[in-house]
């Protein structure tokens, strides 16, 4: 109908909660090296962990290994997304955080 608002307020929310999430990322990487845990070593625990468990459930989905033979692509897009995050998470630990989160 013309002259009606489109009702945006789910957008607004889902905008919201990605700058909070995004916004707040950087605070357990700095308490964590803080106490001497270096970032890169944090994401690795975190990304093995993340392995394991989605690891476990493909394996009582019963997802099929081979799916990732059929897109090879896919490795290079997991490489790339695991390599920005690396780059992320050491940045705001020892950069300026305000800078990092808004590149």
Do not use: C
């Not at 995004?22 to 625990?45: D, R």
């Not at 394996?59 to 896919?74: D, Q, S």
């Amino acid at each position: 109908m013309p002259g009606t608002v489109p009702h945006t307020s789910w957008a607004v929310a889902a905008l919201l909660l990605n700058a909070f999430v995004w916004g707040l990322s950087w605070w357990p990487f700095k308490q964590l090296e803080s106490q001497g845990l270096h970032p890169l070593w944090t994401t690795a625990i975190v990304y093995g962990l993340s392995f394991m468990v989605m690891a476990l459930w493909g394996k009582l989905a019963r997802i099929p290994r081979g799916a990732w033979r059929a897109h090879p692509g896919l490795w290079w897009l997991l490489i790339a997304s695991g390599l920005t995050n690396v780059g992320f998470n050491w940045a705001v630990t020892v950069g300026d955080v305000v800078r990092v989160v808004l590149l």
